[in-house]
């Protein structure tokens, strides 16, 4: 896919790494694949004037994960992440990416690029690497409370980003519930089991239980953001615990140490698989323009991985083709957007 | 603890693994702590004679998964499972144990072993096996929907099976949500947080996330049975495929490979601490008898400790301890079961 005809607006504070990371990151995405970016940053810092088609505009107010994300974002118009959405809007940029903090992104980005026509509310979705392929989880915080239709909408988002941006021409989508049953789980899950059943764009595999999701049993797995959230961070951490484990065990144990040493290539393989940056981070599904929040634990590479993701989504227009989706969806079966009392 | 007053009645149908595994594991907990028996299983299959203090009761129908746990429960006295409820609230038995269908254990010891005075939902307790300590987590499948007042019940429920079964004098207690701040999460969460600050039986350590749970912050960690389900099973999942990722890693790559076979005993104790049949499987809690799952594929150790938990449970009168903490609780905070609307 060439990307060098899009430009992506960055948010430039918020790397925990430090600003030499972020450069980095930049001149990796601006090199490789000739990404045009704005960066809303410090211009004392960052020292990019030999790249072409990057920018920094000097911005030195950073919204953090301590400050509540909308009334900082609504009294805050100086703020690096505000600029960079507002610059998105503006046209002068395609899609946003921050390393900062997501409630931030979140508010931002919903105020500023509005939602895509039909959609209740945005979701965040995760790109989750698994051995065999990259699982699209949906909703991971942008909802604790949800719906059955907003359940429902959640599928044609991830069903559409896997099918757009990451090529999948027809998305497995399953449901994450506590039985495989259409009966089993909450009653919006059960309601929403009903209304996707039989969804003619993408392979509806009913529900999914917690341990089909690392395993990868389909290309889009949906929940409410709540349970999401909860989920990533729990598979996150085990991922954590469960190579520290192993790095414990291999130095407690002499003959194992040795075999841990060896190991150890296949062990940073995996550790790099199964690393969130290897996807770039988070997509806010559901707006107009593309909003990614990366990993504010971001390596270079973590950090060129985000903003690889949000031109991507640009140049094949995801927010576009996904409005046209559930537009069709929902002139053709009258489930989605359409339920009383909403 | 001594165990050999105590008698446990077995369901004896539902073990994958077949009759000479669920032999082999009333053996280990017959002969290794004196625990009396009452076997509900074919007379035919099992050959127990030689002990003392376990009978066979010659039981054949099994409630399976497949089968609907309300309507199969009320309707067929002669279940395996139904009698073993019959034979604790009969008092022949101090607790039960199944091998078998949650479901149908669960809603056989509702009906049968009542609810304790002032519980409004019995919960499912977990005992996650973790490098460092074991983390009761609950509830993992009994509620899928709740009310703020259940997650605070969960939490005295859980605290008061740490202090009287598994020995923990001061428990620390967390709340799953999706962030560490107290108004963070679903509206239940943020009002069982304000209802536990300040808890004086256990030390109630706000918030966790879900990468707390896999790292044990806590010695219990409380959410409802929708995400407590979900996230157990992606946790199980997590661990499985990360080994299985090693594993496969270790054999494609020669160097690796010779390393990963000298990994072989590391990875075996690490599997077996992150296996869920080291604690011997879930507990119902409020109840007024002990009610304990195992994993249907236990192998006979696995059996042998889910006896051996119940039996603990049995022993100390956790159901007891448990009712007089509520109660005590109760009446000294208002803040248990008072609520009105409920």
Known sequence: MNLSG????????????????????????????????????????????????????????????????????????????????????????????????????????TFGLKRSRGVKRPALAAQVPLPGRTVVFLDVGANVDVRAQHLVQFAWLGAAFAKSVLGVERPEVGLLSVGEEAGKGREEVVEAHAALTGADEFEFVGNVEGRDLPAGVADVIVTDGFTGNVVLKALEGTVK??????????????????????????LGGLRRDLHP??????????????????????????????????????A???????????????????????????
């Open 316 to 342: 094949v227009d995801a927010p576009g083709l996904t409005e046209e989706m559930l537009h069709r969806v929902g002139a053709n079966r009258g489930s989605i957007g359409s339920e009383p009392g909403v």
């Open 6 to 109: 899009t430009t992506v607006a960055l948010d430039g504070l918020g790397v925990e790494n430090g600003f030499d990371v972020l450069e980095a990151g930049i001149r990796l995405a601006a090199t490789s694949e000739g990404i045009g970016l704005r960066v809303f940053g410090p211009a004392s810092e960052l020292d990019l004037a030999d790249l072409n088609r990057v920018e920094v505009i000097d911005s030195t107010d950073q919204i953090t994960n301590e400050d509540d994300p909308v009334p900082s974002v609504r009294s805050r118009p100086d703020a690096s992440i505000v600029r960079a959405v507002a610059d998105v809007a503006a046209g002068n940029s395609d899609a946003v990416v921050s390393l900062g903090s997501t409630g931030a992104t979140m508010a931002a980005s």
């Open 241 to 266: 615990t469960v190579v520290g484990a192993i790095s414990e065990a291999a130095r407690k144990n002499p003959v194992s140490a040795v075999g841990g040493l060896m190991m150890k290539p296949a």
């Open 277 to 314: 940056d290897t996807t770039g981070g988070a997509i806010l599904l559901g707006l107009r323009k593309t909003a990614v929040v990366g990993h504010g634990s971001s390596g270079a590479e973590g950090v060129a991985n985000a903003i690889r993701v949000a031109a991507r989504a640009a």
